[in-house]
């Protein structure tokens, strides 16, 4: 009778232990079954509940590339309960994002999308739609256009001066400058003149925006905006918060939304003031946030609403300066660590412009080696490796593959751009393969794809390239650079911080030395 109880209690032990592991078996041969039935393409197999996760390391982008030479170049994957497709090839990039580019032209939403971007108001996350191509409107019309660009030129051009001319004085007896906070409050004050009339802007907005603090918090921004937070992929897990990203993400939206309020109520007091007054508003020349609070409705007669206006403001100030300053920040590292690629620069410079003046925007066309260079820099270190993430509308076949709908895309553009099959030496920074061979980075090329292609191509490409390509001719037209102390250039650490960009690990910190006479560069209230 007692021997008998006691097998009874120990075939229950056993069975609780066991009905788990039989449980995850069967899903797991689920999962199998379904992949081949539906013949999706190869791929790690995924464990259960977690599926791949473990697989994406602290560079997802780098450990994407290594499966990749195992699977293929177009490679599907289970992250966490979230089907996914990873695109590693010139070819299927073009397949995707070009044959079949409406159906991904959708994006996932994300704790990073719902708690930074206003629940995906803004335009690069905002669905598909005709709200969406409103808004994109809005953008490139009020803002991107040539003649927006050209009625800015001066402007751009006083405050790249005066930030150089601070610099050097900073940089006096050999103290270093942390470059990318120099290239992020040089290019915000740039896009915040186009964006709106900086002088209407309190003391309080103006003073955070400089401050080195806030500048840190943009660049954590865009590292939550790509990160793989478990609780988007497994979504029972999402309130425990266990990589602590949804705390970070609730921090960072606090102090954007403090400055974005700002510039709002900016604007919001300059119109009751206005009012008040009985001035004329058709003798007033609006800003983008004017014409946002204002004019614009959609053909339902719907205006944005107050998260849609902070979404683009974030798009055109954030994007615009956090892009083009990680460009610049990686180009002139690779430039010190490659003294030949600099020293063929300054010499075309030299002798395209000349030592009398300080380049300007309108030589950039003139200037094919600092073309060159910049292409170069756009393919090793591309800012946003795996793009922003696709999601797909509805299922498709990709390279004979079923792939069904709400399936995420990652293209990774850090394989696609070292392709030895396309780039000879594709680890090297050469600029010269450039001159040798013509490539443009407007979306056609799918093997140099920088800015993405399609209608998620990013519609600030054109002031981007822009801004890249003048503000490193300047720098290195002006000065001199060099590492701080002792440091060796081989020393330099070239290692990527990962996010929605890519910025260095450890920000660069280099010495700038005058290398045109004073008088050329002097004088900033031209």
Known sequence: MEEGRGHSVTGLQLSFFTAPAVFLGLLLIKILAARISKRLPPGPTPWPV???????????????????????????????????????????????????????????????????????????????????????????????????????????????LGTLNTMLDECKGGRAVRVDLVLRKMIMTVVSKMLMNKADLSAKVEALKDSDDFQDNIKDFFVLLGVFNIGDYIPWLNGFDLQGYNKRMRIAAK??????????????????????????????????????????????????????????????????T????????????????NPRVLQKLQEELDSKVGRERLVEESDVPNLPYLQAVVKETFRLHTVAPLLAPHESADACTIGGYEIPAKTRLFVNLYVIHRDPERWEKPLDFYPERFLEQDKD??????????????????????????????????????????????????????????????????????VAVRRLAEKVIGNTAS
């Open 50 to 160: 977690v599926g791949n996760l473990p697989l994406l390391g602290t560079l997802p982008h780098v450990s994407f590339a290594k499966l990749a030479e195992r699977y293929g170049p177009l490679m599907g994957m289970r992250i966490g309960s979230v089907n996914c497709l990873i695109v590693s090839s010139a070819k299927y990039a073009e397949e995707v994002l070009k044959t079949n580019d409406r159906i991904w032209a959708a994006r996932p939403r994300t704790s990073a999308s719902e708690l930074l971007l206003y629940g995906n108001s803004d335009i690069s996350s905002m669905s598909y739609g005709h709200r969406w191509r409103y808004a994109r409107r809005i953008f490139t019309l009020e803002v991107l256009t040539n003649k927006k660009l050209a009625e800015f030129q001066k402007s751009r051009r006083r405050i790249v």
């Open 255 to 320: 102090k954007i939304d403090e400055f974005l309020q700002g510039i709002i109520d900016d604007h919001l007091e300059r119109h009751k003031l206005r009012k008040q007054s009985g001035a004329n508003d058709e003798d007033y020349v609006q800003d983008l946030v004017d014409v946002m609070l204002t004019r614009p409705t959609d053909d339902d007669g719907r205006k944005l609403t107050l998260e849609e206006i902070k979404g683009i403001i974030e798009n055109v100030l954030f994007a615009g």
């Open 322 to 337: 956090d892009t083009s300053a990680d460009t610049v920040e990686w180009a002139l590292s690779q430039l010190i660590r």
């Open 441 to 510: 980075v407007n979306g056609t090329d799918f093997d140099l794809l920088p800015f993405g292609t399609g209608r998620r191509m990013c519609p600030g490409k054109n002031f981007g390239s822009l801004s890249v390509h003048w503000i490193l001719a300047v720098l290195i037209h002006a000065c001199e650079w060099s590492l701080p102390g002792e440091q060796r250039i081989e020393d330099l650490d070239m290692r990527e911080k990962f996010g929605l960009t890519i910025g260095r690990k450890t920000p660069l910190a280099a």
